[in-house]
């Protein structure tokens, strides 16, 4: 067969992935797709209007747009008043 005595032939074994590696695969995959959705978004924390308060939005790195505020918009503009205090979200004097 072979005339180099060094050189021997040895036989091909195939590995195939079990249904667990696959089942692993899918949540990699899936982890994978959640983490570059996230990605698009950065997190910018800007000081608020009032000493020690602060509002964190979260933009679209692509857009600019912001996609979420945490506080909202209105509750930042009604803290900007003067008769805003803490909890004061609600008038409950009628």
Do not use: C, H, W
Request: proline share 4%; glycine share 6%; net charge negative.
């Amino acid at each position: 067969m072979n005339a180099d005595p060094a050189i021997r032939v040895v036989k091909a074994v195939v590995a195939e992935t079990s249904p667990q590696s696959r089942a692993g695969d899918d949540a990699n995959s899936r982890a994978a797709a959640e983490a570059e959705r996230l990605a698009q978004y950065r997190l910018v924390i800007e000081e608020g209007p009032r000493a020690g308060s602060f509002v964190y939005k979260t933009l679209d790195r692509e857009t600019g747009e912001v996609v979420r505020q945490m506080p909202r918009e209105e509750v930042v503009r009604l803290s900007q008043q003067d008769t805003y205090d803490l909890g004061a979200v609600i008038d409950t004097t009628i």
